[in-house]
């Protein structure tokens, strides 16, 4: 083979490669489009989370829940409130002359099988409650006038807490009140 025809071999097979080449589609530099956005509906606004109620190693240390107490006579016996309005008492000791009871009773609704925790410097008991609806819910337990529970609120070191299930703890000062009340039953 002559140089010439070596030569136009070359340009020939060159020429194929380039061809061959140029029959391949180049990679695809442009991205892909992105989908629009989906618009998603607003959530509803969501309530702040609970405050959360601060636990204490002894609830003895607990401040003290706000409020005084106020005391009155009534035609079936008397009756302590303790809240920051004698209107809407937290809590109040009834005695109930011709039952011989005092009726304890904290403001709120606690659901069924409510209870009523009371602890004391020297005693705690868990009492069976009652839900008692109106225009001021109620969770009401009552106690034998001489009932132990009663002289330990009366004589504990300052005050004395009010558990109720499913409503936040009170703490209650043991002022002179409460013992008038229980008094007034004896």
Request: hydrophobic residues 35%; contains cysteine.
């Amino acid at each position: 083979m002559k140089a010439s025809e070596h030569a136009i071999a070359r340009v020939l097979v060159l020429s194929s490669a380039l061809l061959a080449v140029a029959c391949v589609p180049a990679p695809d530099s442009t991205p892909a489009p992105t989908p629009a956005p989906v618009e998603k509906e607003p959530s509803p606004p969501t309530a702040p989370p609970p405050a959360s109620i601060p636990k204490y190693s002894n609830w003895m240390d607990a401040p003290r829940t706000a409020g005084d107490w106020s005391y009155r006579s009534d035609g079936s016996g008397s009756v302590a409130l303790y809240g920051q309005s004698q209107t809407e008492p937290k809590f109040s000791l009834r005695c109930d002359r011709s039952r011989n009871e005092v009726v304890l009773s904290r403001a709120g609704t606690a659901g069924p099988n409510a209870s009523i925790r009371i602890l004391t410097e020297t005693t705690e008991r868990s009492l069976a409650a009652q839900q008692v609806s109106g225009q001021l819910p109620q969770v009401r337990t009552s106690l034998q006038a001489r009932d132990p529970l009663l002289d330990a609120m009366a004589l504990t070191k300052g005050r004395f807490a009010v558990e109720t299930s499913g409503l936040p703890t009170l703490y209650v000062p043991a002022w002179g009140e409460v013992t008038r009340v229980i008094e007034d039953c004896r």
